[in-house]
């Protein structure tokens, strides 16, 4: 349950399942490309150990670092440094799933090699619009998650492939620009009831999409209006899900 990490030039690779490594050395971090936290515990407090560990990333200032990897899953509010963007430029995986967070650093934009971002089941409601600069992005997982429009249609043309928990509001879905990723194979939308018609009509314009999960409810859960004629001559959809009053 206490664990010090014997001295050594090279670690690579981490997975902990109750953060009982204690980091003694800046060997221990320098050529770290991947840490996996299996924490099974909930706590009442932020992890400070992991924090203290990003915070020793993070200042190594212009150096470069090599984690790819970072998945904290289960980890009760883990602290997530502001420059995360800044100097963790490696980063192709971030697993923030069962964290509690709250919210997500604006530098989480600023990572160019990023692929995958897991945020199901935090307490995050809006990411930053800085999510779609990131061209290099394929899987983004949320719960209910509103995020700001792209720029631009410049600035949007990713090749986003999953996108789940997008939240579209009563504004029209054209507003926030979620017709501009057609590289989508699945996602997974929870609309307004007044925008459901128009939802429908965007969504059906995404001609590479094979899986969709579509929902309409009031914020107590209750089923809403869905509109599907929109869907009638899509042909490409392989897996359907539906939560509403069609």
């Known amino acids: 349950s206490d664990c010090t990490l014997a001295d050594s030039p090279i670690i690579r690779r981490i997975a902990d399942q109750f953060f009982g490594v204690t980091f003694t050395s800046e060997s221990h971090t320098q050529n770290l490309c991947s840490y996996v936290s299996f924490e099974t515990e909930k706590q009442v407090t932020s992890n400070t150990k992991i924090g203290k560990l990003l915070n020793s990333l993070v200042n ?82 949320m719960n209910e998650v509103s995020i700001a429009k792209p720029s631009s249609k410049e600035s949007s043309r990713t090749n986003l492939q999953t996108l789940m928990g997008l939240l579209l509001g009563a504004k029209d879905p054209y507003e926030y620009g979620a017709d501009w990723f057609t590289s989508l194979r699945k996602l997974g939308v929870s609309c307004h009831p007044k925008s459901a018609e128009e939802s429908a009509k965007c969504i059906s314009g995404l001609d590479k999409l094979q899986s969709l999960r579509l929902r309409s409810k009031d914020r107590f859960g209750q089923p809403l209006d869905l509109e599907l004629s929109p869907f009638k001559d899509h042909q490409s959809i392989l897996n359907l899900y539906l939560f509403g009053v069609i």
């Open 60 to 141: 190594k200032g212009k150096s470069f670092v090599p984690l790819k990897v970072l998945d904290l899953e289960g980890v009760y509010k883990p602290w997530l440094p502001e420059k995360l963007g800044q100097y963790l430029k490696n980063l192709r995986y971030i697993g923030l799933r069962w964290t509690g967070l709250k919210s997500c650093p604006e530098s989480i934009g600023d990572l160019p090699c990023l692929e995958t971002l897991d945020l199901k089941y935090t307490n995050i409601t809006t990411l930053p619009g800085s999510i779609w600069k990131e061209k290099n992005l394929r899987h983004l997982f």
